[in-house]
């Protein structure tokens, strides 16, 4: 089995934890063996392994490997979802996803992270769509009630009266 390293650790030796005999990594998922000069490939199960290792030692680099693994496709699913072009609610679904990631992975441990991230993603964009939608209505309806607003009136008295058609003269 291949053992996943984070890019910053990539240069730092002994921050490794290995016998030292991988050497440079060609890619996000393979790295080079320094001694047969044969490039081993990381599968996408050992990066989930990894990053739910770090989501269960409450590491918060976790979120940031999920940020730069997931982030761009997390980013698309929300715009698809909320529309084109509302890219900061799409930001803050992506957001909430992340945490919600960060609040349930301990207990459970989902496989492939993908997957179940984009499951949650979801569920927030779709709440997020119908919450806007809803918004939008109702601003539509308080907008149709002020433009009735004058023709509804019913003074109480003639003092509201007088003062009603004083005002729109």
């Given at each position: 089995r291949v053992l996943w390293i984070p890019p910053k650790l990539w240069n730092k030796k002994d921050s490794l934890?290995?016998?030292?005999?991988?050497?440079?990594?060609?890619?996000l998922y393979c790295m080079k063996d320094k001694a047969t000069?044969?490039?081993e490939e990381c599968t996408v199960n050992d990066r989930d392994e990894?990053?739910?290792d770090l989501y269960f030692k409450r590491d918060e680099r976790a979120?940031?490997?999920t940020q730069r693994d997931y982030g761009s496709f997390c980013l698309d699913l929300a715009l698809r979802i909320l529309g084109r072009d509302n890219l900061?609610?799409?930001?803050?679904c992506v957001n909430d996803a992340y945490l919600k990631l960060w609040r349930t992975i301990p207990p459970r441990r989902p496989k492939p992270i993908k997957a179940y991230l984009a499951a949650v993603l979801r569920n927030i964009a779709i709440d997020r769509y119908r919450q806007n939608r809803r918004r939008a209505q109702n601003r539509e309806?308080?907008?149709?009630?002020?433009?009735?607003?004058?023709a509804m009136w019913v003074p109480d008295s003639a003092e509201g009266e007088?003062?009603?058609l004083?005002?729109?003269f």
């Open positions: 934890q290995n016998d030292g005999r991988f050497g440079a990594w060609d890619s000069g044969r490039k990894y990053l739910l979120v940031a490997e900061p609610d799409a930001e803050e309806l308080e907008e149709a009630i002020l433009e009735l607003s004058p007088l003062k009603y004083l005002s729109d």
